[in-house]
C-alpha cells in the first residue's frame, strides 16, 4: 500500500509500506487496544538502569531500525502556564518528518492531549499516535482519529468543571475520555484540589483512574495508558520488529518506558517537576537537538544493498 502526506506548500511526499497484510491488521486494532493486557501500573514500572544505552550511544549506532514514541508537551514542547499558550519551535515538525520518513513511518506521538489538538500544533502533519493516555488511537498517517475509550461520565465533568470554576487558576480542561485538572496558576491549591477530586471519584463505579502529571490532575479510564497504545502502535506493519524508543518527561510516559523496554527498547526521560535532573535529556531544547542528529544519522546512513 503507498501512504500521502501532506507537507509544507501543498508539497506531497509519499513512501511504499510495503505491507500488503496492513489493512486486515488494522481492523482489529481498536478491539485489540481496548482490550490491551498490558495494564502497566506506574508503581510496578522500573526506571532507567545504568546499563541502558544514553541518548548519545542510541546516536552512535545503526539507527534505520529504531521506533521512535515521543510525549509533547514537556517533551518536544517546553510547558506553558496553560495548554493553549505552548509554542512549537521553528523545524521541530518538519525534523520529525524527516524522521518519520528516514524510519519508513516507525514515528508515533503519545500524549495526554486529543490527538486533534496534536494535529492543530504540528500542522500540517498528521502523525500516527495515541492521546488522552491510550484513550485515541490513530493507526495511519492523516488518517481518522478513533476513540478506544468510552467518555467519562457527563455528570462527573459537568461537576469537576463547576468546582473548577469556584477556584481561581484552576482550569479544568475536558477532553473526551479524560478530564484534565490543572493547578500551574495556583499550586498552593493542590492538595485541595486532589481532595476534592478523589471525593468525587468515590462517588461513581470504578473504572475511573486519577493520575498526577506535572501541576496537573487527570482523570482517564483504567485499562489504557501510553503503554497500552505503544503496545498497539508497535504491532502495526511500520512498527513492528523494531527496536522502541519512548521520550517522555511525566508520570505518564512510564508505562510506556516499561512497554518500550519489554520490547527490547529504551525509555530516555526528559527532565522536569516529575523526573528531576538526573535523566537522559535535560530539556525538550536537549530533545530537538537528538532529534535533529536522528535525523542526519538517517538521512547518512548508507542504505543497505538490494539484493
Ligand atoms: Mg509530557
Request: no cysteine; proline share 4%; hydrophobic share 25%.
Given at each position: 500500500m503507498r501512504w500521502k502526506v501532506a507537507w509544507p506548500q501543498g508539497a506531497i511526499f509519499s513512501y511504499a509500506s510495503?505491507?500488503?497484510?496492513a489493512m486486515g491488521d488494522r481492523q482489529h486494532l481498536e478491539e485489540r487496544m481496548a482490550k490491551a493486557?498490558?495494564?502497566?501500573r506506574m508503581d510496578e514500572v522500573r526506571l532507567a538502569k545504568s546499563s541502558d544505552p544514553t541518548p548519545g550511544d542510541l546516536l552512535a549506532?545503526?539507527?534505520?531500525?529504531y521506533a521512535l514514541f515521543l510525549d509533547c508537551d514537556g517533551t518536544l514542547l517546553d510547558i506553558a502556564p496553560?495548554?493553549?499558550e505552548v509554542v512549537v519551535p521553528a523545524k521541530l515538525v518538519e525534523t520529525l518528518v524527516r524522521i518519520y520518513k528516514g524510519l519508513g513511518g516507525a514515528l508515533a506521538i503519545l500524549t495526554g492531549r486529543q490527538l486533534a489538538e496534536i494535529d492543530t500544533l504540528m500542522k500540517p502533519a498528521m502523525f500516527v499516535g495515541s492521546g488522552v493516555h491510550g484513550g485515541e488511537l490513530r493507526t495511519t498517517t492523516g488518517g481518522a482519529i478513533a476513540r478506544v475509550a468510552t467518555s467519562l461520565p457527563a455528570s462527573l465533568v459537568e461537576e469537576v468543571i463547576r468546582r473548577a470554576q469556584k477556584l481561581p487558576g484552576i482550569i479544568a480542561e475536558p477532553k473526551g475520555p479524560g478530564l484534565a485538572v490543572h493547578y500551574r496558576l495556583a499550586p498552593h491549591l493542590k492538595d485541595a484540589l486532589e481532595a476534592e477530586l478523589r471525593g468525587l471519584l468515590t462517588q461513581y463505579p470504578e473504572g475511573l483512574v486519577l493520575c498526577h502529571g506535572r501541576k496537573l490532575f487527570e482523570i482517564i479510564p483504567a485499562g489504557h495508558s501510553k503503554g497500552t497504545a505503544l503496545e498497539t502502535i508497535l504491532a502495526l506493519p511500520e512498527f513492528a520488529g523494531r527496536r522502541p524508543i519512548m521520550i517522555g518527561d511525566d508520570m505518564g510516559d512510564i508505562p510506556a518506558f516499561a512497554a518500550a523496554r519489554h520490547h527490547g527498547g529504551v525509555g530516555l526521560r526528559v527532565a522536569g517537576?516529575?523526573?528531576?535532573?538526573?535523566?537522559?535529556?535535560?530539556?525538550p531544547q536537549r530533545v530537538f537537538a537528538w532529534l535533529t542528529r536522528f535525523a542526519e544519522q538517517l538521512e547518512t546512513a548508507p542504505r543497505p544493498r538490494s539484493s
Open positions: 510495503g505491507a500488503s497484510r493486557a498490558t495494564d502497566l549506532g545503526d539507527v534505520r531500525n496553560t495548554p493553549n517537576e516529575q523526573f528531576g535532573t538526573d535523566v537522559e535529556l535535560e530539556s
